[in-house]
């Protein structure tokens, strides 16, 4: 599980990429059963992207696969992700935009992005767990 201070480390790394991409996004991570460990809001983001960034990372570390993954899985199948969304108490968000983290070899948590296109949110989270010198899978 990332302690606090990897997951502070984490959140740094995905600042510094966002701001060298000139997007304000919102940061969130979590440990491996998805429960928030940081959260970092940059300036100019989006109010509600906090919520979004936690529900891509918890996607992520309930999966222990990037959430789009689950975004594509989810696609014919609308009702059931919709379900899904409800019984999880609004926690699934099958959107990309976030990644797992594992820290050697083993699962730590996941880290999720919102603010730019999801495109972009997942690239930042890759980016800084890489940064890291952790791994995504």
Do not use: N
Request: proline share 7%; with cysteine.
């Amino acid at each position: 599980m990332l302690t606090h201070e990897q997951a502070l480390s984490l959140i740094e790394a995905a600042r510094a990429e966002c701001a060298a991409l000139g997007v304000p996004m919102s940061f969130a991570v979590t440990d491996p059963a998805g429960h928030l460990v940081a959260l970092l809001r940059t300036d100019g983001a989006p109010w509600i992207s906090t919520d979004v960034a936690q529900g891509k990372a918890w996607t992520a570390a309930a999966y222990g696969a990037p959430s789009a993954a689950q975004k594509e899985k989810m696609e014919p199948m609308p009702s059931f992700a919709s379900a899904l969304t409800a019984m999880t108490h609004g926690r699934f968000t099958p959107q990309t935009g976030a990644v797992p983290v594992f820290v050697a070899g083993e699962p730590a948590g996941a880290l999720g992005a919102s603010g730019g296109t999801g495109q972009q949110d997942e690239d930042v989270c890759a980016a800084a767990v890489a940064a890291c010198g952790w791994s995504t899978s």
